[in-house]
């Protein structure tokens, strides 16, 4: 157990919607990190806050917004879904040490686009 | 930018060493990861370099080149539990985001 809890597991849903997943990070760890990893994909770096503001992002698409709360969980929204979209969803943390740069996943959170 | 390469597949026998190997070219470098990730399974840590050389951690070692944007992973006696993809990471240098970026996997399949 990471101590990176990620909901919802398993999330089926149709084109053209809308869906929010949820992260909560390992108590103390201030960066979130988002990383989506298609079928027979790498893991793709989407987005990362660091203590409640974007710190960098990656090939984040517009349909994809993201944010972090004062609480320090952190919720992905992915809009005007695609079939291609069908991802699993991890999201990761770290602690605030800059010289430390082991991730920590959560197991993830798969969506099926149909 | 960073660019990972590493071999899609690799198959060995129960009780064999394996070892995966990791190239990267980078616009600057802060260590190095791997990864171990089980089918549907969040990623897991397995090994950090920063300097050169070779760490050791029980069945699993990893060895760093700087100089040759070069790693490899060693895996010892090897078990069927090791089926599994092995992910290098690469860390940017201090002062840029922190993220890490990942190579596409190589996917070990461990045979009786």
């Known amino acids: 157990d990471s101590g990176v809890t990620q909901t919802p597991k398993h999330l089926i849903t149709a084109t053209g919607q809308r869906v929010t997943l949820r992260c909560s990070p390992r108590?103390?760890?201030?960066?979130v990190y988002w990383y989506q990893q298609s079928l027979d994909q790498g893991l793709q770096f989407l987005i990362q806050y660091y203590n409640g503001e974007e710190r960098a992002k990656g090939n984040i698409l517009e349909r994809f917004s993201a944010q972090q709360f004062p609480d320090l969980h952190s919720e992905l929204n992915l809009s005007s879904l695609e079939l291609g979209d069908s991802a699993l969803y991890f999201c990761?943390?770290?602690?605030?040490?800059?010289?430390?740069?082991?991730?920590?996943f959560g197991e993830g959170s798969r969506l099926t686009v149909l | 930018g960073q660019n990972i390469d590493q071999p899609t597949e690799m198959t060995a026998t129960e009780g064999a060493i394996v070892q995966i190997n990791c190239t990267y070219q980078?616009?600057?470098?802060?260590?190095l990861f791997w990864y171990q990730q089980h089918a549907g399974e969040a990623p897991t840590f397995l090994s950090y370099n920063v300097l050169d050389g070779l760490e050791e951690k029980g069945r699993f070692s990893s060895f760093l080149s700087r100089s040759k944007g070069y790693s490899y992973l060693l895996l010892k006696e090897l078990q069927m539990k090791d089926s599994a993809s092995y992910l290098c990471a690469v860390l940017p240098p201090s002062g840029s985001a922190r993220q890490l970026t990942f190579g596409s996997g190589t996917q070990l399949t461990v045979l009786p």
């Open positions: 990761a943390s770290k602690s605030g040490d800059p010289n430390t740069g082991e991730l920590f």
């Open positions: 108590s103390g760890d201030l960066s």
């Open positions: 980078t616009s600057g470098f802060n260590g």
